[in-house]
């Protein structure tokens, strides 16, 4: 796929929602989230990039998404937090799904990313192991692990699944 520049108008239009999920994901910060929102895509403007096809355009911008939220949580001084609650009301999700995302947002990024990229973003397992840089069968293990973590999360919640 050809990115010409008025092309970026639609990547943005097409995949804000999902980097913007995966920046509050993994800074679990309304602010931080809006930097590397608007970070990942300032990366794509600037770079004369072309792109094989629609899954590539969104692995690059999943890769970038997560290199920017590393770059973002290394620095010293941004280690102020919000709780999960501030987090969750950021969103706006019904009530029952709110319990759902505060034990996702609990797991480690480890697991959290995965079930996200997995789930939410429905993308399949070997597309995952590629944008994370894992052997599928190593991504797989994590999506199980944490699958059953987060079913151990609701359990302790009163949420059954």
Same mark, same amino acid.
């Given at each position: 796929m050809n990115k010409p520049q008025d092309d970026r108008d639609s990547i943005v239009a097409q995949y804000s929602v999902m980097v913007w999920r995966i920046a509050l994901s993994r800074t679990r910060r309304e602010d931080a989230a809006e930097e590397v929102y608007q970070e990942t895509f300032l990366r794509l403007f600037r770079e004369e990039r072309t792109f094989k096809d629609e899954n590539h355009c969104k692995a690059w #911008?999943?890769?970038?998404?997560?290199?920017?939220?590393?770059? $973002? @949580?290394? /620095? /010293?001084?941004?280690?102020?937090?919000?709780?999960?609650e501030d987090v969750s009301e950021t969103l706006t999700l019904p009530e029952e799904k709110r319990g759902v995302l505060e034990a996702l947002l609990r797991l480690p990024a480890k697991y959290r990313i995965?079930?996200? #990229? $997995? $789930?939410?973003?429905? @993308?399949? /397992?070997?597309?995952? /192991?590629?944008?994370?840089?894992?052997r599928p069968g190593s991504f797989r293990s994590r999506l199980s692990r944490g699958k059953a973590m987060l079913k151990e999360a609701l359990k302790g919640e009163g949420i059954y699944v």
């Open positions: #911008l999943i890769r970038t998404t997560l290199n920017c939220c590393k770059r $973002y @949580m290394s /620095a /010293a001084f941004r280690n102020e937090t919000l709780s999960l995965p079930i996200q #990229l $997995y $789930y939410i973003e429905g @993308m399949d /397992a070997e597309e995952c /192991a590629r944008v994370l840089k894992l």
